[in-house]
């Protein structure tokens, strides 16, 4: 029998549930494809005593996403092509964490209006996601942004986003898709769902964490 890891254990009833850090020592670490924008590797993870396993994951650099919301209670969705699905799927608008030193919420900001020609008055943190634990060390913030206007930049739209098409969908229109599994890219979906969950519960966006909260802990990387 193995003794867990002291951050592994949950903490005493009654506290708030929450995520724990407490990365396992490595043993050693093999990059086994280095991709466009992901690389595949490989730990020799330490788990306890006695006890050492391989795992295999994707290597992420991470993400934004941002909840357009205008003064209609209206979303702003993207339809775009996405290859490995073979589908071209209702979005809201989204981008990697690709360039050095830049702030998520920047990072978020220049995304919106990259994709979509409009730039947020205000932005607040919505919610946070590690859309597949099990296989990928991805995180993704998503924000609420409001108050939006259009850029006065122009941007050229490459490759998959040449043919992005913008549209504004009225809220519960959007979660009415969501239900009925009409919208189906994780990060859409969690973010309406963010959304209408915070409305009820609170009927401010008071509640909310600010865009410059800190980015979620991302143990093992510098």
Do not use: C, K
């Not at 020799?44 to 991470?62: I, K, N, Q």
């Not at 998959?160 to 913008?166: D, Q």
Request: aromatic share 4%; net charge negative; proline share 8%.
């Amino acid at each position: 029998m193995t003794t867990p890891d002291p951050a592994a254990v949950p903490e005493e009833p009654g506290s708030p549930v929450r995520d724990l850090p407490g990365r396992r020592a490595v043993a050693e670490q093999r990059t086994l494809h280095q991709g466009m924008v992901f690389d595949l590797v490989r730990d020799t993870v330490d788990f306890a005593e006695g006890v050492r396993f391989d795992r295999e994951y994707l290597r992420h650099t991470g993400a934004v996403a941002v909840l357009a919301l205008d003064a209609q209670d209206r979303v702003l969705l993207i339809h775009q092509y996405r290859h490995p699905v073979g589908h071209t799927l209702w979005e809201i608008p989204a981008g990697l964490l690709d360039i050095g030193g830049e702030a998520p919420h920047l990072a978020a900001a220049r995304e919106l209006a990259e994709e979509t020609g409009f730039v947020p008055g205000q932005m607040s943190t919505l919610l946070d996601l590690r859309p597949s634990p099990g296989g990928s060390d991805e995180v993704i913030r998503v924000y609420l942004a409001t108050g939006l206007q259009e850029s006065p930049e122009e941007f050229e739209r490459i490759d998959e986003e040449a043919e992005l098409v913008t549209r504004w969908v009225p809220l519960e229109e959007a979660i009415d898709a969501v239900l009925d599994g009409r919208l189906t890219n994780a990060t859409t979906v969690a973010a309406l769902l963010a959304l209408q969950v915070q409305r009820t519960r609170a009927g401010t966006a008071a509640v909310l964490r600010a865009a410059d909260a800190p980015f979620p802990e991302r143990p093992g990387r510098n």
